[in-house]
């Protein structure tokens, strides 16, 4: 136990973190800044050898801290780290933490340019960081030669060894290290560095690789095993930065776009599970090639890794039949944590590399859903926050820290492009944003590849190499957003056709009108069956939320936050006036990107975060819409924009809505006391499952 300071004592700032506290003279700085909870590296154990542990004092009157730092306030350089200079170079200006001692009130900054540091930015808009505190560890030691006289076994001292410089106890060896010890402690003149596995609940530490010499490399993986893309980031283990990330096209796509054509797949085809978990390791491994080529890293340097899915990518990656997912009650095979070698499902890493899934919420809630709530935390404040992932299968999560409910709603692939007459995935070429005058009707857009509007000058130049091709999910949501603004559709989602005579936008199809919203080759039109598709996406992924919201005993949000790709690119205020989302303020609503993945890198860095998840996955409460009566009833309000029966007074006071009108089908006015309901209204009343 360290004795207490005292007010003599030498006072150290550790920049950019700003823990600051007072050391006697003499004290390592390496071990000031574990003291303080700063974390700089060390792989050798303060052998001055690794030279991760490097720092720089700051000199000058630093008035603001009440301290004046100066490098004579720092021992001098001793011979271990005058030959790891000579050796391997020093910057100037940087020390060797391990080496040297406080000897008056300093400053030290800990160098952001080099991989030593202990966090990582989770994402760009987020200051908050992920604190390093690994479930692998990287342990060099010296060991004692054998010993005629002392007839202990190579491997027993280097057990020795570790529990000696690193305090490790109940160690255990991954077998296939046993044969290889002797040759590898002699090939490093008896030094060799050892990976220690350590679960943060487990009193066993395991070396699961070990190098001869100093080894200063260590890599892990953080996958987000999508239904239609696979994300992966190579993330050092030692310094938290990410090497290198990659994504891909989940193969499974061939056997079904959507997750329950992939489940009938496997119902109707003997091989079908085999063949799709071929098909989406053998994309992982590929994935795994491409940011190992980036980063310029070995596989055999990559010792962790953590994986996040949804049920049936989880369950189709482990070699686990999903057919019981396929029925009520949606039965998991496996819903807690996953942890086995990486080579028991064919991945070739390191040898003894580990490899984690995050627990699974639900049958159709799954480890995707947990690592979005790790990563955004719902959890941990007193807001009541609603995370919304939006897929062909929308996952929602509602809570703060006194309660978390979760739930998945059947939105369909309406959002993604399938259904709708003009569209198609988010690629180059494809519409994104729309904007429709009210008073002319007529729109602007812009397609993904060019940063220009549609009626501005230079906009066909910029868009000749890839065209107008379609609409993808974000321009979907802008435009029938869009429509319902400036009137072109009623709240019951009706084209309005008595337009026709005011723009030649609106033109007859059938009984119906449809909105044209790009003229030419190919044209592209908003027909009353993709308004409609629409509408029952966003009103059953509105219902799930609204079941949540009743569970909470609450009638609002405070905060509203956006995953996934998708959800990246959707433009707040547009979602609400769809009627996507309940009314929030719209600064309280934004997208969070691939919180999945972020989730996933949490994991990887540090072991607290996987016990805290399995905890609150634990007590998270999971809602099964198809069985809770009033989702049919919360359905059929939500197919209005952007509600039948639900205000949205932030909403109005951020955004001109139009008065309410409705249309009869074909699209004739109505009045709104005598108006008919469309007919997938009324299939939804008589029940949607």
Not at 494 to 499: I, M, R, T
Request: hydrophobic share 40%.
């Amino acid at each position: 136990m360290n004795p207490p300071p005292n007010i003599t004592d030498p006072l150290v700032l550790f920049m950019p973190s700003g823990k600051r506290g007072r050391f006697p003279v003499g004290t390592p700085v390496l071990d000031a800044a574990r003291q303080l909870g700063v974390y700089v590296e060390s792989v050798c154990g303060g052998r001055a050898t690794c030279g991760r542990c490097q720092i720089e004092v700051q000199e000058g009157n630093f008035a603001k801290h009440k301290i004046v730092s100066s490098n004579d306030h720092i021992s001098p350089k001793g011979a271990k780290e005058e030959r790891y200079e000579r050796v391997r170079g020093l910057p100037e200006r940087r020390r060797l933490s391990c080496s040297a001692q406080i000897l008056g009130d300093l400053v030290i900054d800990v160098p952001q340019d080099t991989v030593i540091n202990a966090q990582t930015i989770r994402k760009d808009a987020d200051t908050r960081v992920i604190a390093r505190d690994t479930a692998i560890r990287m342990c060099y030691v010296e060991i004692e030669e054998p010993d005629m006289h002392k007839p202990l076994g190579d491997l027993d001292r280097l057990k020795i060894a570790l529990m000696k410089d690193w305090g490790l106890k109940n160690l255990e060896f991954d077998f296939y290290l046993l044969p290889q010890v002797q040759g590898i402690l002699r090939k490093g003149n008896w030094t060799a560095t050892a990976a220690i596995h350590k679960d943060a609940d487990s009193d066993i530490a395991r070396v699961i690789a070990l190098w001869p010499g100093l080894k200063n490399e260590a890599y892990g993986l953080a996958c987000d095993i999508g239904s239609t893309t696979i994300a992966m980031h190579l993330v050092s283990l030692l310094s938290g930065r990410v090497a290198a990330s990659s994504g891909t096209s989940n193969p499974q796509i061939r056997f079904g776009e959507d997750l329950m054509s992939r489940v009938s797949y496997v119902m109707m085809n003997p091989d079908g599970r085999e063949g799709m978990t071929v098909a989406v390791r053998e994309a992982v491994s590929g994935l795994v090639d491409k940011v190992c080529a980036e980063g310029n890293v070995q596989r055999a340097d990559i010792l962790d890794s953590v994986f996040v899915g949804n049920p049936i990518m989880h369950h189709l990656f482990l070699g686990i039949d999903p057919t019981e997912l396929g029925g009520a009650p949606f039965a998991l095979a496996v819903s807690g944590a996953v942890r086995i070698k990486a080579s028991d499902i064919g991945l070739k890493l390191n040898q003894g590399a580990r490899l984690y899934m995050l627990p699974c919420i639900a049958g159709h809630v799954g480890a995707d859903a947990a690592a979005v709530t790790l990563s955004e935390g719902p959890h941990r404040q007193d807001e009541m926050m609603l995370i919304v992932d939006v897929g062909t299968n929308a996952e929602i999560v509602l809570g703060n820290r006194t309660r978390v409910v979760a739930a998945s709603s059947p939105t369909g692939p309406a959002f993604e492009g399938a259904e709708i007459s003009g569209g198609q995935r988010a690629a180059p070429g494809a519409i994104e944003r729309v904007r429709i005058d009210p008073d002319t009707l007529e729109p602007k857009y812009r397609v993904i590849g060019s940063e220009l509007w549609s009626d501005q000058p230079g906009f066909a130049e910029s868009v000749q190499a890839t065209g107008v091709t379609g609409i993808c999910g974000s321009g979907i949501i802008e435009v029938i957003a869009e429509m319902y603004l400036s009137g072109i559709i009623s709240e019951d989602g009706v084209v309005d056709g008595s337009l026709s005579m005011r723009s030649p936008r609106i033109v007859p199809n059938g009984r119906t009108f449809s909105y044209v919203l790009k003229e030419g080759e190919p044209k592209i039109t908003i027909t009353q069956n993709d308004v409609r598709a629409i509408q029952l996406a966003k009103a059953a992924l509105y219902a799930g939320t609204k079941l949540l919201m009743e569970k909470q005993h609450t009638d609002h949000v405070d905060r509203i936050h956006f995953a996934g790709a998708f959800g990246s690119f959707i433009d707040p205020k547009y979602a609400m006036v769809l009627g996507l989302i309940p009314d929030c303020d719209l600064d309280k609503v934004s997208a969070v990107g691939n919180a999945a993945g972020a989730g996933a890198r949490m994991a990887l860095l540090n072991r607290g975060y996987r016990r805290e998840i399995e905890e609150t996955v634990s007590r998270i409460e999971k809602i099964e819409t198809a069985l809770e009566p009033k989702f049919q009833e919360h359905f059929v309000y939500a197919m209005a924009l952007p509600n039948k029966v639900d205000p949205f007074p932030k909403l109005a006071a951020a955004v001109k809505l139009p008065p309410r009108k409705a249309m009869s089908e074909d699209g004739a006015a109505g009045d709104a006391t005598s108006r008919r309901r469309s007919r997938e209204e009324r299939a939804a009343r008589r029940g949607r499952g």
